[in-house]
């Protein structure tokens, strides 16, 4: 069965840091991309970071650059966020996806997030 | 940043109506749209590609259409399981943005 199970989650003061991984299961890993989309309480989903399946690119979204790093372990299946200088509107639920990475005829890429984790619970607060 | 606007933010709708959710680009995106379904407490679903390529197993009442900066989501005939928060994606350009969100209610 194709599976993402997140883990690493909790209550971090502002300014902490937290590791959340991501285990996958039930398909080549190292040929796909990963992403992380967090969703804060009761707002909309914000993409986070993405990383290519050889883990040799990544992007961030503006407002985590300098303080999330997305990485990966192709040996043993795992996505990783390291997140330091943590602040209050990091709050959120955080999933990681499987980029299924569509191309089509004419060559061009598409971001298809076919399989989703069930999201782990950051809370930033004192 | 690309922004994505969806509209409207939320509708309230019957079973068997067909509903229309659309999302603009402050840019053009050429069709690097996606659509997602998020039902309560339950992780995205991916429902549509490409602005119009269908999920493997997606029921086909759903559809997208468009190209540039306008794309829409229809539901031909709204289902009790379709009540749920509706999302677009761009993948034109890092970072990648979702719309807010339009939230189907049952009327």
């Known amino acids: 069965e194709v599976q993402l199970v997140e883990s690493g989650g909790g209550l971090v003061q502002p300014g902490g840091s937290l590791r959340l991984s991501c285990a996958a299961s039930g398909f080549t890993f190292n040929t796909y991309w990963m992403t992380w989309v967090r969703q804060a309480p009761g707002k909309g989903l914000e993409w986070v970071a993405n990383?290519?399946?050889?883990?040799?690119?990544?992007n961030y979204l503006d407002s985590v650059k300098g303080r999330f790093t997305i990485s990966r372990d192709n040996a043993i299946n795992a996505l990783y966020l390291q997140m330091t200088s943590l602040r209050a509107e990091d709050t959120a639920v955080y999933y990681c996806a499987r980029d299924l990475n569509y191309r089509d005829r004419s060559g061009a890429f598409y971001d298809v997030f076919d399989i989703w984790g069930q999201g782990t619970v950051v809370t930033v607060s004192s | 940043a690309i922004q994505m606007t969806q509209s409207p933010s939320s509708l309230s709708a019957s079973v068997g109506d067909r509903v229309t959710i659309t999302c603009r680009a402050s840019q053009g995106i050429r069709n690097d749209l996606g659509w997602y379904q998020q039902r309560p407490g339950k992780a995205p679903n991916l429902l549509i590609y490409?602005?119009?390529i269908l999920q493997s197993g997606v029921p086909s009442r759903f559809s997208g259409s468009g190209s540039g900066t306008d794309f829409t989501l229809t539901i031909s005939s709204l289902q009790p399981e379709d009540f749920a928060v509706y999302y677009c994606?761009?993948?034109?350009?890092?970072?990648?943005?979702f719309g807010q969100g339009t939230k189907v209610e049952i009327k």
């Open positions: 490409a602005s119009s």
């Open positions: 994606l761009q993948d034109y350009s890092n970072p990648r943005t």
């Open positions: 990383i290519k399946g050889d883990g040799s690119k990544n």
